[in-house]
Every structure is written in structure tokens, then in C-alpha cells.
């Protein structure tokens, strides 16, 4: 089955500066690629998805880039605020439905 | 929209007996999925259910774990025989026919002592 490896698993930025977490998968039938944030005792809250028909999509202060040929892709934040720190978590479907995690990366934003 | 209900939120449970956690999804969402989050697995993926027929059930636990969904508007997680390995946080979740956003629950915290 499929595996999602997240290679950061903390990351500490200063407010302003962009952040990036990068995840691989590792198999060639994913297709979709949602990542999802979860702030301290709530549940997961998606943020920003990616298909792979695409290889970059952006939403206001987000990005993500899909490199289909090396199995990866990353979230870019930028202008970080503290607001932004939580756990992101990035995930593959090779189907549209069942989500396969990453172990998750712990943002802090510091002021 | 009230989102993805589960309940109870919380739940202790002795070891041997049994844990039934509920979920309520999304209306109009076909798509229901389970999943459990520990600090040393992270999530998993355990079941997922479309138009209430069991899809895919790879991640369940062969045995003491079971999921039905009775009808479009609640499914049920149930566990015979808990064991303080069983202790996660379970997460349902729904989405509309089983594509694009998955919208999670608050989780059941289930304890297993």
C-alpha cells in the first residue's frame, strides 16, 4: 500500500518568513494530494489539496508543488503569522477517498 | 452544517469490555471513513464506507474491531475485548461521493485501562 514519509518532523521560523514541509510517496497511482493542519487538542482541518493533473496550485498565502516524476511535494507558506503554528500533516490517495498520512510536522511561528 | 459528529468524545473503557463509538456525517456525504490517531502510529487509515456498503476495510484490526453503517446518517465503531493498545483517538470522517475534501470529526479519545 501505499507509504507517505514527511521528512520535517519539527520546524521553527520567525513571523514573516516562509516555511516549507516536503513529503514523498511512494506509489505511482496517487493522485491526489491533500494536506491537512491540526491546532493543539483539535481535529484535522484541511488546508490546501493538489490532483495530478497539476503541478502547483495556490491559495493566498499557500503552495503547493507536486513533482510527480520524483514522487514529492511540498507546502510553501509564506509571511507566517503565529496563527499558522500547528501540526500539518500531508497525505496520498491513490483513489480520491482513503487518505494515507504523513507522520506530521510541528510548526512554530515565533513572534 | 454541523460537520462531522462524533460521540462520546471521551470514553474509558476496562480491558476486556467492549467500546461502540458513534458518527454522524455530513449530510448528502456518501463517502465515511474511520481512522485512529496514537503518538507512535500517527493516523491510520481503518475503514471506509460509500452509500453505506463497506468499501474498504484493509486497515481494521482482523479481530475485536468491527464498523457498520446502519444507515446514511450514522455509522458505528465497535470494539470487543479492548486492550490498552487499543487507546487512540478515533477519527471519523465523511466526503461528498468520496471525492476531493474529507472533512474529520473532533474524535472519540478512547482509554483503554
Known amino acids: 500500500g501505499e507509504k507517505v514519509e514527511q521528512h520535517e518532523s519539527t520546524l521553527s521560523v520567525r513571523e514573516g518568513d516562509s516555511a516549507v514541509i516536503n513529503c514523498t510517496y511512494t506509489?505511482?497511482?496517487?493522485?491526489?494530494f491533500p494536506w491537512y493542519k491540526q491546532e493543539a487538542g483539535k481535529s484535522l482541518h484541511f488546508v490546501i489539496d493538489?490532483?495530478?493533473?497539476?503541478d502547483r496550485k495556490q491559495s493566498q498565502r499557500l503552495t503547493v508543488l507536486l513533482d510527480k516524476k520524483a514522487k514529492r511535494f511540498s507546502l510553501h507558506i509564506t509571511a507566517t503569522q503565529p496563527e499558522d503554528s500547528a501540526i500539518y500533516f500531508c497525505?496520498?490517495?491513490?483513489?480520491?477517498?482513503?487518505?494515507?498520512f504523513g507522520s506530521g510536522t510541528k510548526l512554530t511561528v515565533e513572534p | 452544517n454541523a460537520g462531522v459528529i462524533q460521540t462520546p468524545r471521551h470514553k474509558v473503557t476496562g480491558k476486556g469490555q467492549e467500546a461502540t463509538l458513534w458518527c454522524e456525517p455530513i449530510s448528502g456525504h456518501s463517502a465515511v471513513f474511520w481512522y485512529r490517531q496514537t503518538i507512535v502510529q500517527g493516523l491510520e487509515f481503518l475503514t471506509y464506507f460509500r452509500n453505506q456498503a463497506p468499501i474498504d476495510d484493509s486497515g481494521m484490526p482482523k479481530e475485536r474491531f468491527s464498523a457498520q453503517m446502519p444507515n446514511q446518517s450514522h455509522s458505528t465503531l465497535k470494539i470487543q475485548s479492548t486492550q490498552p493498545q487499543d487507546s487512540a483517538v478515533y477519527l471519523c470522517a465523511s466526503s461528498f461521493r468520496g471525492q476531493g475534501e474529507v472533512f474529520f470529526g473532533k474524535g472519540t479519545r478512547l482509554t483503554v485501562v
Open positions: 493538489i490532483r495530478s493533473n497539476v
Open positions: 497525505a496520498a490517495s491513490p483513489n480520491y477517498n482513503v487518505l494515507y
Open positions: 506509489d505511482t497511482a496517487s493522485s491526489y
